[in-house]
């Protein structure tokens, strides 16, 4: 025991020489080759002395970033996450120069711009050498990696022999996709796992109408999505939108889906919940969005997860290097796209280099880490979510280059973790799973010139811009709000105004999913209600080629669809006769029934036209990759599962809904690790 422990010090000892070392050595090249980085005084040094002064900086320098790194990030933790990545190299260059300038023998010095550089460069230089020198040295590999984790669990108790499990969450990507990536080798890691051996058997799996992240991963994370209708939604009584990605709202959904669930969540159980909208009910949670809002332990608080990552500073300049290598590529991209004019293409300019930039690097970077640390912590279950194709398919496309190559880094990412199951303390599993996919096709406004909330303005007698009016979509809608009113076309543009003053519609997109709202009606109006405020408005959207179909609700009928020429479909008649939900595919009726029954359900829902040939939809936001609503391979989720877990579904059995998704995680949990019994609501709420 006390010689092995003596062989890790020298061990380590070596390797920090060495690093120390390699250094130096770095140090020495860049002041041959960098004009404005001296290591010698103006009359010149020997050669010996320009050695022991870079040898005084490299060590210097190490210090400091060893030292007083941790306490600058832990106090960038005040500052947006976007513009920490921008930080770390004004900071790391600062650090050497106060390396230099307290180097005993006085004769370093660099320009500032200069010293952001060398840093730079020498941190990733130490990291590579640090890395390299632990290849062969599982105890080191291990220990570097364990500094991710929570320090304090060391002391803790032994990790039991019982599996752990981690569900990795890849946003976005759908079945199809999972599998062609795997299939063309983008994807080997996930190949190997379904090769002539399988490890692992691929599940897919429909998601509800609301086909997005904060429906499915309330439903998977909290077994309730009661009352998601879409992305963001308004609800007239508390006379609110809702957006599942505001922190204040996404606490409230984690309330009410813990309060209709009856429990707290699937990772109540030593769980961990890094980078999801949610937190499932784990003590550990680190980037959640519903806890960012709220003050809690620093242990706990949103943004201890970078801290976590960025108090190693070669963590941080890796991290801020492939930042700004990620902006661009992105601007390369952007530009090649409209070079060569490609079709669908959306706006990529602004600040969206930097927000892509943030979800392909930092938050997969930091995500990562933290489950390493999780892993290497013996932690029972642990949630992640990997954000980066869904940002990059949205502006890109799910089929595009870019997109891929968002799926090669993801399945490095995929190798690395499953690496470091090897050094954890326990046995791990590990589940991949989707929480969509995404469609293709040229959004709504692109193809007729106008948006949704034009269209429903002109089916509603409002005025509209002037763009709008021009479109063939807009001419339509205003002819027939005059003809429903039996006035005559007017000469010269002129639009019905409604006689009396009321508040205008509220027109919400999810990507190919709108909602129509009537703010100043305090209940769901009925469709006898909207065609006597604005007889040509639903005549108007259900005839429109870029609409698939209408849901509303009936005096007469409850629920009703609504298709082009005149189609209308009561709810408890869809299975006999879907009409216009027939080219949507399986399931449609189902999921729409059971929006339908959700309180804040918009007085009007409008699924998108869909082209069941090629897949496309069309969004009314700004998106060539879309999910939200029906239609193509956005409702097609995966499921990627060790085979030594039971079947998700049996034989000829599917797997429908995020709630249905949650109860098979939970089942293998108790599987893998016995009863795992969630908290009760009142329990949970004493536990917080």
């Given at each position: 025991?006390?010689?092995?422990?003596?062989?890790?010090?020298?061990?380590?000892?070596?390797?920090?020489?060495t690093?120390?070392?390699?250094?130096?050595?770095?140090?020495?090249?860049?002041?041959g080759?960098?004009?404005?980085?001296?290591?010698?005084?103006?009359?010149?040094?020997?050669?010996?002395?320009?050695?022991v002064?870079?040898?005084?900086?490299?060590?210097?320098?190490?210090?400091?970033?060893?030292?007083?790194?941790p306490?600058?990030?832990?106090?960038?933790?005040?500052?947006?996450?976007?513009?920490?990545g921008l930080?770390?190299?004004?900071?790391?260059?600062?650090?050497?120069?106060?390396?230099?300038?307290?180097?005993?023998?006085?004769?370093?010095?660099?320009?500032?711009?200069?010293?952001?550089?060398?840093?730079?460069?020498?941190?990733?230089?130490?990291?590579?050498?640090?890395?390299?020198?632990?290849?062969?040295?599982?105890?080191?590999?291990?220990?570097?990696?364990?500094?991710?984790?929570?320090?304090?669990?060391?002391?803790?108790?032994?990790?039991?022999?019982?599996?752990?499990?981690?569900?990795?969450?890849?946003d976005?990507?759908?079945?199809d996709?999972?599998?062609?990536?795997?299939?063309?080798?983008?994807?080997?890691?996930?190949?190997?796992?379904?090769?002539?051996?399988?490890?692992?058997?691929?599940?897919?799996?429909?998601?509800?109408w609301?086909?997005?992240?904060?429906?499915?991963?309330?439903?998977?994370?909290h077994?309730?999505?009661?009352?998601i209708?879409?992305?963001?939604?308004?609800?007239?009584?508390?006379?609110?939108v809702?957006?599942?990605?505001?922190?204040?709202?996404?606490?409230?959904?984690?309330?009410?889906?813990?309060?209709?669930?009856?429990h707290?969540?699937?990772?109540?159980?030593?769980?961990?919940?890094?980078g999801?909208?949610?937190?499932?009910?784990?003590?550990?949670?680190?980037?959640?969005?519903?806890?960012?809002t709220?003050?809690?332990?620093?242990?706990?608080?949103?943004?201890?997860?970078?801290?976590?990552?960025?108090?190693?500073?070669?963590?941080?300049v890796?991290?801020?290097?492939?930042?700004?290598?990620?902006?661009?590529?992105?601007?390369?991209?952007?530009?090649?796209?409209?070079?060569?004019?490609?079709?669908?293409?959306?706006?990529?300019?602004?600040?969206?280099?930097?927000?892509?930039?943030?979800?392909?690097?930092?938050?997969?970077?930091?995500?990562?880490?933290?489950?390493?640390?999780?892993?290497?912590?013996?932690?029972?279950?642990?949630?992640?979510?990997?954000?980066?194709?869904?940002?990059?398919?949205?502006h890109?496309?799910?089929?595009?280059?870019?997109?891929?190559?968002?799926?090669?880094?993801?399945?490095?990412?995929?190798?690395?973790?499953?690496?470091?199951?090897?050094?954890?303390?326990?046995?791990?599993?590990?589940?991949?799973?989707?929480?969509?996919?995404?469609?293709?096709?040229?959004?709504?406004?692109?193809?007729y010139?106008?948006?949704?909330?034009?269209?429903?303005?002109?089916?509603?007698?409002?005025?509209?811009?002037?763009?709008?009016?021009?479109?063939?979509s807009?001419?339509?809608?205003?002819?027939?709000?005059?003809?429903?009113?039996?006035?005559?076309?007017?000469?010269?543009?002129?639009q019905?105004?409604?006689?009396?003053?009321?508040s205008?519609?509220?027109?919400?997109?999810?990507g190919?999913?709108g909602?129509?709202?009537?703010?100043?009606?305090?209940?769901?109006?009925?469709?006898?209600?909207i065609?006597?405020?604005?007889?040509?408005?639903l005549?108007?959207l259900?005839?429109?080629?870029?609409?698939?179909?209408?849901?509303?609700?009936?005096?007469?009928?409850?629920?009703?669809?609504?298709?082009?020429?005149?189609?209308?479909?009561?709810?408890?008649?869809?299975?006999?006769?879907?009409?216009?939900?027939?080219?949507?595919?399986?399931?449609?009726?189902?999921?729409?029934?059971?929006?339908?029954?959700?309180?804040?359900?918009?007085?009007?829902?409008?699924?998108?036209?869909?082209?069941?040939?090629?897949?496309?939809?069309l969004?009314?936001?700004e998106q060539?990759?879309s999910?939200?609503?029906?239609?193509?391979?956005?409702?097609?989720?995966?499921?990627?599962?060790?085979?030594?877990?039971?079947?998700?579904?049996e034989?000829?059995?599917?797997?429908?809904g995020?709630?249905?998704?949650?109860?098979?995680?939970?089942?293998?949990?108790?599987?893998?690790?016995?009863?795992?019994?969630?908290?009760?609501?009142?329990q949970?709420?004493?536990?917080?």
């Open positions: 025991m006390g010689g092995g422990r003596w062989r890790r010090i020298a061990s380590q000892i070596g390797r920090s020489i690093v120390w070392a390699v250094s130096t050595v770095t140090m020495l090249v860049l002041a080759i960098l004009p404005d980085f001296q290591l010698q005084s103006a009359d010149g040094d020997s050669a010996t002395r320009i050695a002064t870079a040898a005084f900086g490299a060590g210097a320098f190490g210090l400091l970033s060893a030292l007083v790194w306490l600058l990030v832990r106090l960038l933790l005040l500052v947006p996450a976007l513009v920490l930080l770390v190299f004004v900071l790391n260059g600062s650090l050497l120069l106060i390396a230099l300038r307290i180097n005993p023998s006085g004769r370093g010095e660099a320009a500032p711009e200069t010293a952001v550089v060398v840093a730079a460069v020498m941190s990733a230089v130490a990291s590579a050498t640090g890395a390299a020198l632990a290849v062969r040295d599982d105890d080191a590999y291990r220990r570097r990696l364990y500094r991710l984790a929570d320090r304090r669990r060391r002391s803790g108790p032994p990790s039991p022999a019982t599996p752990g499990t981690v569900f990795l969450q890849l976005g990507v759908g079945h996709i999972l599998l062609a990536a795997a299939v063309k080798g983008v994807m080997p890691t996930v190949a190997g796992w379904l090769g002539d051996r399988p490890s692992h058997r691929l599940t897919p799996w429909r998601t509800d609301s086909s997005q992240t904060g429906a499915s991963q309330l439903g998977i994370l077994g309730s999505n009661h009352d209708p879409a992305f963001r939604w308004y609800e007239k009584d508390s006379r609110e809702m957006v599942c990605n505001r922190p204040t709202s996404a606490a409230e959904l984690q309330r009410r889906a813990r309060d209709h669930a009856g707290g969540g699937l990772l109540t159980a030593d769980g961990a919940s890094r999801n909208l949610f937190s499932g009910g784990a003590g550990e949670q680190a980037l959640v969005l519903s806890i960012a709220k003050r809690r332990n620093r242990e706990n608080r949103s943004r201890a997860g970078y801290f976590a990552y960025f108090s190693d500073p070669a963590n941080a890796r991290t801020a290097m492939s930042f700004v290598a990620e902006v661009c590529r992105e601007i390369g991209q952007s530009l090649r796209a409209r070079l060569r004019k490609t079709r669908p293409r959306v706006a990529r300019g602004g600040l969206y280099p930097f927000v892509r930039a943030f979800a392909t690097v930092v938050e997969r970077d930091v995500v990562v880490a933290a489950v390493m640390g999780d892993m290497l912590a013996g932690r029972t279950a642990v949630y992640a979510d990997l954000v980066a194709y869904d940002e990059v398919a949205h890109s496309g799910p089929h595009s280059r870019d997109a891929e190559k968002v799926l090669e880094r993801l399945d490095r990412a995929l190798a690395l973790i499953a690496n470091v199951a090897e050094h954890a303390p326990r046995p791990y599993r590990i589940v991949v799973l989707s929480d969509h996919g995404q469609s293709p096709g040229e959004t709504f406004r692109a193809r010139g106008l948006t949704l909330g034009d269209l429903v303005r002109a089916g509603s007698g409002l005025p509209v811009p002037r763009r709008a009016q021009r479109t063939h807009g001419a339509e809608a205003r002819a027939a709000v005059r003809a429903a009113l039996r006035r005559p076309v007017e000469e010269g543009g002129e019905h105004r409604p006689s009396r003053r009321r205008e519609p509220l027109v919400l997109a999810s190919n999913l909602l129509v709202s009537f703010p100043d009606v305090p209940h769901r109006m009925s469709k006898e209600e065609d006597a405020r604005h007889p040509a408005l005549t108007t259900a005839n429109h080629p870029g609409i698939g179909f209408l849901l509303v609700r009936s005096e007469q009928h409850g629920g009703l669809v609504l298709g082009a020429h005149g189609a209308e479909i009561p709810l408890d008649e869809l299975d006999e006769n879907p009409g216009p939900l027939a080219e949507f595919g399986p399931g449609a009726a189902d999921v729409v029934r059971r929006t339908h029954s959700f309180p804040h359900t918009a007085d009007i829902m409008v699924n998108s036209f869909h082209d069941p040939a090629d897949g496309e939809v969004a009314f936001e060539i990759g999910h939200g609503g029906l239609g193509g391979a956005q409702t097609k989720a995966f499921l990627l599962s060790p085979v030594a877990l039971s079947a998700p579904v034989d000829g059995g599917e797997l429908a995020a709630e249905h998704v949650h109860r098979v995680l939970h089942r293998w949990l108790s599987e893998s690790n016995g009863p795992q019994v969630p908290l009760t609501s009142e949970d709420r004493r536990a917080a």
